[in-house]
């Protein structure tokens, strides 16, 4: 049931002289388009988990417009409410008002990581998950510790003994959401130029990501195979690095600044007017390129061009026609919208013609496909609870549609799910769907044909 915000300033939101400025653009067009009307109500997960009005996109915004005006600071209720926003999105498709709820999140945040002063542990998780996992040369240390961490036992004997949980809720969690960690071989990076295979239809450059490279190596493996096999040159810059998207989620936004512009010079160096990419959190955030640098001229154009030539994979591949060269892929497979590919970019439709594609394959439609799994970038790191409570509904819609397999277009959202579903003990494997593609390419692996 829909509480109404009633209660005083004072008490919910607190008072202080901090209030937004300039920067955090709450103002105009934006913030007081929100007629309040509830529509964005049914669409959030954080709400619909605690019926809480400032768990909503509505009382979140009440809470924004009352430190815009002065009527309250930003206090520890108002951070609290803030963080454990999602940031997936869905409100925006659902507001008559065309309300801007995710610039006005990411204003919000900046202006609280600018303002107020986290305790002490909360600073010590944050900057950690910043200063690691955005960089792959930081990272691959502490993979190559955690692969043998893996082989030689001691991640079963931690995971029963339950230490880790006592020790750190957020530490379990990470250790839990961890896959089983690639080999050295299997992690090396991909080449620099991949040929098309037959005639070519033109020439693209493809995003690693920070923890796909390393974590999932077969996500990237498999789609620079298939769009090979769809006559594309693939360029992959060595010296690519993270989109920024983490730390613009986190309210960073002169860190995320930088490494857009490394992102920007990277693949104009390459000379490809097209980015692909296979992770929808970095899809988007790169596609708003020209949004983090509106107050910048001398980058806005070239961020505008840039994000113009950004390409979901999925867009990429959705009308190519095979000609009869794909084999059987005898699945029944569930599709699962990330947040930031659906309500982020509007991509819904591509994904499904790329499972279509597949002889053989079932697509069966799950049930809240667009409902946020939890993941949210480093959200089920930092706000364990709830994304657990988020993650539990979205694993039982699964169950219900008797697939053997769900598709997911983010890393993100794969690992959240594989995680749900290892705990919920449903016998559900999580794919991306290019991989799906790709074992209609190449061969489905020899443990899947087991399965079927």
């Not at 990272?139 to 006592?166: C, I």
């Not at 970095?282 to 113009?308: I, N, T, V």
Request: aromatic share 6%.
């Amino acid at each position: 049931m829909t509480t109404e915000v009633t209660t005083n300033h004072d008490r919910d939101i607190g008072h202080s002289s901090s209030s937004l400025d300039a920067a955090g653009s709450f103002n105009g067009k934006g913030i007081l388009d929100c007629v309040h009307c509830g529509l964005c109500l049914p669409t959030c997960p954080t709400y619909l988990t605690t019926g809480i009005e400032m768990a909503s996109p509505r009382g979140r915004i009440y809470m924004m417009r009352a430190v815009e005006e002065g009527q309250g600071g930003i206090s520890a209720v108002f951070v609290k409410h803030l963080d454990q926003c999602l940031g997936c999105l869905a409100c925006q498709p659902a507001c008559p008002s065309g309300v801007p709820y995710g610039r006005l999140l990411e204003s919000a945040r900046a202006e609280i990581e600018r303002k107020f002063e986290r305790r002490a542990g909360d600073r010590f998780w944050r900057r950690m998950i910043l200063s690691l996992f955005p960089h792959p040369g930081r990272m691959g240390p502490v993979l190559s510790a955690l692969y043998w961490y893996q082989r030689l036992g001691l991640s079963r004997v931690l995971r029963a003994s339950g230490v880790l949980a006592l020790v750190s809720p957020r530490l379990a969690q990470m250790e839990a959401l961890l896959p089983p960690v690639p080999s050295p071989a299997a992690r090396r990076p991909l080449p620099e130029f991949t040929p098309a295979v037959g005639r070519g239809v033109g020439r693209v450059g493809f995003l690693t990501g920070c923890l796909q490279r390393s974590l999932l190596p077969g996500i990237n493996q498999a789609t620079v195979r298939v769009l090979a096999a769809a006559g594309y040159e693939v360029v992959t810059p060595q010296e690519q690095g993270c989109c920024g998207a983490l730390h613009l989620h986190a309210g960073d936004r002169e860190t995320a600044r930088g490494l857009a512009r490394n992102m920007i010079e990277v693949f104009e160096r390459a000379q490809v007017s097209t980015v692909v990419v296979n992770a929808a959190g970095c899809g988007a955030a790169m596609k708003e390129y020209e949004h983090l640098f509106q107050d910048d001229p001398a980058w806005r154009r070239r961020a505008e061009a840039f994000s113009a030539g950004v390409r979901d994979v999925s867009e990429v591949l959705a009308d190519r026609s095979w000609n009869g060269t794909l084999r059987q892929v005898p699945l029944t497979v569930t599709y699962h919208e990330a947040c930031h590919l659906a309500h982020a970019q509007g991509i819904r439709k591509e994904p499904r013609s790329v499972l279509r594609q597949i002889p053989g394959l079932t697509l069966v439609e799950l049930p809240e496909s667009d409902l946020c799994c939890g993941s949210a970038g480093t959200y089920n790191l930092l706000q364990t609870e709830m994304a657990g409570r988020i993650l539990r509904r979205k694993v039982e819609r699964i169950r219900e549609t008797g697939a053997t397999h769900v598709a997911i277009g983010n890393i993100g959202c794969l690992l959240q799910i594989t995680l749900g579903l290892r705990q919920a003990k449903v016998p559900v494997r999580a794919v991306h769907p290019v991989e799906l593609l790709d074992w209609a390419l190449h061969g489905m692996p020899a443990d899947v044909k087991r399965e079927t």
